[in-house]
């Protein structure tokens, strides 16, 4: 089996880091990062379009 990851960062203190997309929530739910404590749509934590494509297989 290969594990999947998405790459993340931060909108507000621009921490970066990698989670596996099971453990995160749908792409329209709130995250917040971990730092910082921002709360966002997790969509908004996405670094790249792809990243996002992978948490909505994922949905």
Do not use: G, Y
Not at 26 to 43: E, G, K, M, Y
């Amino acid at each position: 089996m290969v594990e999947a990851f998405v790459r993340l960062q931060c909108p507000e203190c621009s921490k970066e880091w990698e989670s596996n997309p099971s453990d995160l929530p749908a792409s329209d739910q709130n995250h917040s990062c971990a730092d910082c404590h921002a709360t966002r749509r997790l969509a908004q934590f996405m670094r790249t379009d792809r990243d996002l494509e992978v948490v909505q297989q994922f949905e």
